[in-house]
């Protein structure tokens, strides 16, 4: 399994976040990947750029975005089958944005959003999880969730252990 992260407007594919969550599944014996999006100002043209990179993956993966990077794994599951999502203050319903709808053919999909984020209002991701009758975390914390990085972290091992538990029942039938 391989795990695929897509980074927010103004961050980097190696940030401390992204980081501390790669070296997670890397212990738990996964392929990790970080897509780097940094020459790509636009949300949708990065949503390409990682349909594109799934076009020839041959793993089963996981998505995991964060801020603009959870719009454009979330907006990619429209197309590719991953085994899961997990995204954190993820900005969906962004007025600026192409889509505004979102449809998934599955169900394993979790999202951890900061009760302080003043950059992406937590009741957009309220409102995506109701609708998608999905797993929402809402926690201490701002949009960057640093204050909150342990328990992010729980909650994204609890997540990885979960899927592969999931995936391997798959795999076996």
Same mark, same amino acid.
């Given at each position: 399994?391989?795990? *695929?992260?897509?980074? !927010?407007?103004?961050? !980097?594919? =190696? !940030? +401390?976040k992204i980081s501390k969550l790669a070296n997670i599944g890397k212990t738990a014996g996964l392929t990790v990947e970080s *897509?780097?999006?940094?020459? *790509?100002?636009?949300?949708?043209?990065? /949503?390409?750029? $990682?349909?594109?990179? $799934?076009?020839?993956?041959?793993?089963?993966?996981i998505l995991v975005g964060s801020s603009m990077g959870g719009y454009v794994s979330l907006v990619a599951t429209q197309t590719n089958k991953p085994l899961g999502v997990f995204l954190l203050a993820p900005a969906l319903f962004m007025p600026d944005y192409r889509h505004k709808i979102y449809t998934t053919t599955f169900s394993n999909i979790?999202?951890?959003? !900061? =009760?302080?984020?003043?950059?992406?209002? /937590?009741?957009? +991701?309220?409102?995506?999880?109701?609708?998608?009758?999905?797993?929402l975390h809402l926690i201490d914390g701002d949009h960057r969730l640093n204050s909150s990085i342990e328990q992010v972290i729980k909650l994204f091992e609890s997540f990885l252990l979960k899927t592969k538990a999931q995936y391997e029942f798959m795999v076996k039938k």
């Open positions: 399994m391989k795990i *695929i992260f897509s980074h !927010g407007k103004e961050s !980097g594919p =190696w !940030g +401390s *897509i780097d999006y940094s020459n *790509i100002a636009s949300p949708d043209e990065r /949503v390409n750029k $990682l349909n594109d990179y $799934l076009a020839n993956e041959t793993q089963p993966y979790e999202i951890v959003h !900061g =009760w302080s984020d003043d950059i992406i209002p /937590v009741e957009y +991701s309220i409102k995506y999880a109701q609708q998608a009758q999905c797993t």
